[in-house]
Nanobody, 127 residues
Framework: QVRLVESGGGLVQAGGSLRLSCLAS????????MGWFRQAPGKEREFVAA????????SYADFVKGRLTISRDSSKNTAYLQMNSLKPEDAAVYYC????????????????????WGQGTQVTVSS
């Protein structure tokens, strides 16, 4: 059983930065990929970024445009999402997720491709 716990959310002014963390625990935590998704009120959960755990191969949503960076520290079982130049439209609940299926070189970007989810952390951006 994998447990994911996000932290680092909060209120920030437009143009500011936040760093989200996702700590994973479990008997043997060995995902193929870790991803970040977000969900704003009244909207579908959408893909933000993902990383292949073994070699840090990356994938980003188009809207990221260099403002967000995903990384991981395997020694700490932790994935990160550094968010810079935040905009009001970035406000959402951010979720981390772990995928336990090997998709090869393809880095999964769909909600259904991830097996375990955290409880989410709220990000609010004031204009």
């Amino acid at each position: 059983q994998v447990r994911l716990v996000e932290s680092g959310g909060g209120l920030v002014q437009a143009g500011g930065s936040l760093r989200l963390s996702c700590l994973a625990s479990g008997r043997t935590f060995s995902p193929y990929y870790m991803g970040w998704f977000r969900q704003a009120p009244g909207k579908e959960r959408e893909f933000v970024a993902a990383i292949r755990w073994s070699d840090s191969r990356l994938s980003y949503a188009d809207f990221v445009k260099g403002r967000l960076t995903i990384s991981r520290d395997s020694s700490k079982n932790t994935a990160y999402l550094q968010m810079n130049s935040l905009k009001p439209e970035d406000a959402a609940v951010y979720y981390c997720a772990a995928a336990m299926t090997n998709y090869g070189a393809y880095v999964p970007a769909k909600v259904g491709q991830y097996d375990s989810w955290g409880q989410g952390t709220q990000v609010t951006v004031s204009s």
